[in-house]
């Protein structure tokens, strides 16, 4: 099912009619979600991809904008009337119930032409369970089943009715890392399975990035840039992308560029053919260094951390804009430890030049 989201804005009035300021939640949000996707919406707490998904829901009604699945236009439909699966962070199950009471709550509820028999709705509950591998689990309790299970149950009693869409608010925070991964990895295999346009939001750009077909980045309720994970990751279109993909985070400096080089310091760095003059902002993938004791971007070395196959060189500069520099070299180099300074030449392609105001990507040759 394909779904289309058309100028989505949601604005919260302001508690305070005399001096408090009304929230855009979501501001002018155009999109289309191809069919069978799976869209990541990423960004920090409070960027609006939750008030997001509950409009997709149809558990917010937005200001303004359409939503529409297919061609129908579902912007007016109530929840139980849009064929939306809904998991959230807190799975809240029936504890009173067993596994296979829960998956089969939503089915219980159905009235009219999609009332289903007994019989059918059994053989409904049993292929979801299967499908997130708890059918041997039915006859316990939540409280009888480990977070991880509880989730694949609320997981299950989303898809039990075979919705239309599939919606997951985070639905992997409760859980320990081992777990998270685990799942994350299930949430994928039945997404694939069932092919369900399904819309995950999160605030953890390894996880987006590891599950998303196409992930949506949002900063204050406005769309900073939408595509592929490596496409984002190899070409963000603003410092704030840059920033918040990447582990280790992206390194940032103050830079200059003059007559067609790149400045970072007194040192030329960088050719970066096709800009202007101007100051800017500087940023380096950890793996965009490469030791060269001739190196033009001399750092002060710190220590060296051996992580296997690569080691992570930590280092300071006094134009870089964090505390530390971190790069990310392979463990076949030879590194003095000894020494007090480490020099590098930069990868172009790793490298990524701001606007010192706007903070917009400025392309170079
Ligand atoms: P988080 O990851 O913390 O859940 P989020 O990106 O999902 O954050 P939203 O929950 O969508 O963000 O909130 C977006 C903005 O809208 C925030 O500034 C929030 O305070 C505000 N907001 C959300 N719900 C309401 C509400 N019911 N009334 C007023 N403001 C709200």
């Given amino acids: 099912m394909k779904v289309e989201l058309q100028n989505l804005t949601k ?18 949000f ?18 609006g991809k939750s008030t997001t998904l509950y409009m997709i829901s149809g558990l917010q009604k937005p200001t303004s904008g359409r939503i529409l699945f297919g061609d129908e236009d579902v912007t007016d439909l109530s929840p139980v009337n849009r064929g939306i ?41 049993q292929e979801a369970a299967r499908l997130v591998q708890i059918d041997g689990l039915m006859d ?11 989730q694949r149950v609320a997981i299950a009693r989303a898809l039990v009715k075979m919705p239309r869409v599939l919606l997951l608010d985070e639905p992997l925070s409760n859980l320990d890392a081992r777990l998270r991964l685990q799942t994350r990895e299930e949430i994928r295999r039945i997404q694939k399975e069932t092919g369900i346009t399904t819309v995950f939001v999160t605030h953890d750009q390894e996880e987006a990035m590891s599950i998303s ?11 900073q840039q939408v ?9 963000p279109t603003n410092l704030f992308v840059a920033k918040f993909l990447g582990t280790p985070p992206i390194n940032v400096f103050k830079g200059s560029v003059q007559g067609g080089k790149l400045y970072i310091g007194d040192a030329a760095v960088l050719d970066v053919n096709g800009v202007e003059d101007q100051d800017v902002t500087v940023a380096i993938r950890p793996e965009g260094f490469e030791l060269d004791e001739n190196g033009a971007l001399v750092c002060e070395l710190s220590n060296v951390e051996v992580m296997g196959r690569d080691v992570s060189v ?8 964090n505390p530390i520099i971190r790069s990310i070299i392979n463990a076949d180099n030879k590194i003095d430890v000894t020494s007090k300074t480490v020099s590098y030449t930069l990868k172009p392609h790793k490298v990524f030049l701001f606007n010192a105001e706007t903070e917009e990507r400025i392309y170079f040759e």
């Fill in 11 to 28: 604005i919260f009035p302001s508690r305070n009619k005399k001096s408090g300021e009304d929230v855009v939640a979501v501001n002018n």
């Fill in 140 to 150: 316990r309790k939540p409280s009888e089943l480990s977070g991880g299970q509880q």
């Fill in 30 to 47: 155009t999109f289309t979600i191809p069919d069978g996707t799976l869209v990541g919406l990423l960004g920090p707490s409070g960027c």
């Fill in 314 to 321: 930590v280092s300071r500069h006094s134009a870089s804009i």
């Fill in 85 to 125: 699966g809904l998991v959230f962070q807190n799975y809240a199950l029936y504890p009173h119930m067993t596994v296979k009471q829960n998956i089969l709550f939503p089915l219980q509820n159905l009235r009219g032409k999609d009332k289903m028999s007994k019989e059918q709705m059994l053989e409904r509950a």
């Fill in 213 to 223: 077909d196409v992930i949506v980045v949002m900063k204050l309720g406005v769309v």
């Fill in 227 to 235: 595509g592929k994970p490596q496409e984002i990751y190899d070409s």
